[in-house]
């Protein structure tokens, strides 16, 4: 049994702490810590049978008891409290993005060296029951050398403007999930990204810097080209598909529904509404990918996406940006420089 702390109570906190309560095998926690808590966040532990919980993360990192962590806070946070994570010998999950800044990401990788500590970031997408069954069938070859790869990625309903001033834009916040679904998909990395962008949903974030609505084309390593195209709202639900296409033929996926019945009647044919919220979507996702970080502990192995993971989208993050202000393509060696 492994037995974890969480470091930030907040939305994905609370997620984690669900499954590992409730799904994931094999993983105890045994403290939440979050410079915010309350006595509502306490009891809510308390109800998931979490008895200790603190403000200070530090005194997770302190514990003896305490193997691994899950640093599930702002993200401004995550490169530190990683490099500290690392350095008190506890294995580390790391939600998204690792840093924004390329240099604190390097900072981790170094911590790592030597280290004996297990490292997964948080891309939990590629535990997704549909995503997997694209990649399986590309993996077993057959729908041949893929050629075109197109992944579908639109939010229900944008986030707010003060939001995307600070989140990093929607190339390094919403679409980081997509530059991971390529590469995933492809089994290669990127060579170079060119973007179209507008701000077609909210006036207010195009005045906070960000746009809200882009087509991404991405020449992959292995000569695929990949499209992402992006919107921060579709009114309809959560739409997120993905399919590759190949020299012997197609896969592809599509959104996840309450339901596949479909009406049919006089009036017309009808079907559900994808699922509205990430959360409805990806709940086993990431119990999934809790559980493989669990098991890489125990066994000894390797995490299945590791700090080198975490670094490569951002790396697209950014050169997407330098594409839509250079109004060019961007190839990703120009941002490892």
């Known amino acids: 049994m492994v037995t974890v702390g969480i470091i930030g109570a907040g939305r994905i906190g609370k997620v984690h702490t669900t499954s590992i309560c ?6 105890t926690i045994k403290t939440i810590a979050d410079p915010f ?42 490169s530190p409290i990683s490099v500290e994570a690392i350095k008190a010998g506890k294995h580390v999950f790391c939600e998204k993005p690792i840093d924004h800044d390329i240099d604190k990401i390097k900072e981790v990788i170094d911590a790592l060296k030597d280290s004996k500590v297990k490292y997964q970031v948080g891309f939990n997408r590629r535990f997704d029951h549909n995503f997997e069954a694209v990649k399986n069938a590309v993996v077993a070859g057959k729908i041949g050398e893929p050629h075109i790869i197109k992944v579908t990625s639109r939010d ?15 190339f390094l916040d919403m679409t980081i999930h997509d530059f991971d679904m390529v590469r995933f998909l492809a089994g290669c990395d990127a060579e170079e ?8 949903v909210d006036p207010a974030i195009g005045e906070a810097g960000d746009v809200d609505t882009a087509v991404i084309t991405i020449k992959m390593e292995n000569g695929a080209i990949a499209v992402i195209d992006n919107s921060r709202k579709a009114v309809y639900g959560y739409d997120q598909r993905a399919e590759v296409f190949g020299s012997k033929g197609m896969v592809a996926t599509s959104n996840d529904t309450e ?14 509404k994808p699922l509205y919220f990430f959360l409805e979507r990806y709940m086993q996702s990431f119990a999934k990918e809790v559980n493989c970080f669990i098991d890489a502990i125990e066994h000894n192995t390797d995490t299945p996406l590791g700090v080198l993971d975490g670094l490569k989208p951002v790396l697209m993050g950014i ?7 250079e109004h060019r393509p961007v190839k990703i060696s120009e941002i490892t420089m």
């Not at 409730?22 to 993983?27: D, H, Q, R, T």
């Not at 532990?45 to 302190?62: C, P, Q, R």
């Open 319 to 325: 050169a997407a940006k330098k594409s839509v202000e």
């Open 22 to 27: 409730n799904i994931v095998k094999n993983a």
């Open 259 to 272: 339901s596949s019945a479909v009406l049919s009647t006089a009036d017309g044919v009808t079907g559900e």
């Open 37 to 78: 808590m309350n006595e509502e966040t306490a009891e809510w532990a308390k109800s998931m049978g979490v008895s200790h919980t603190t403000k200070d993360y530090k005194e997770i990192l302190a514990d003896p008891d305490i193997d691994a962590v899950l640093i599930c806070s702002s993200t401004n946070t995550h």
């Open 156 to 170: 229900p309903e944008p986030p707010s403007a003060e939001y995307a001033a600070v989140s990093g834009g929607m």
């Open 193 to 200: 990204i060119y973007v179209q962008s507008a701000v077609l």
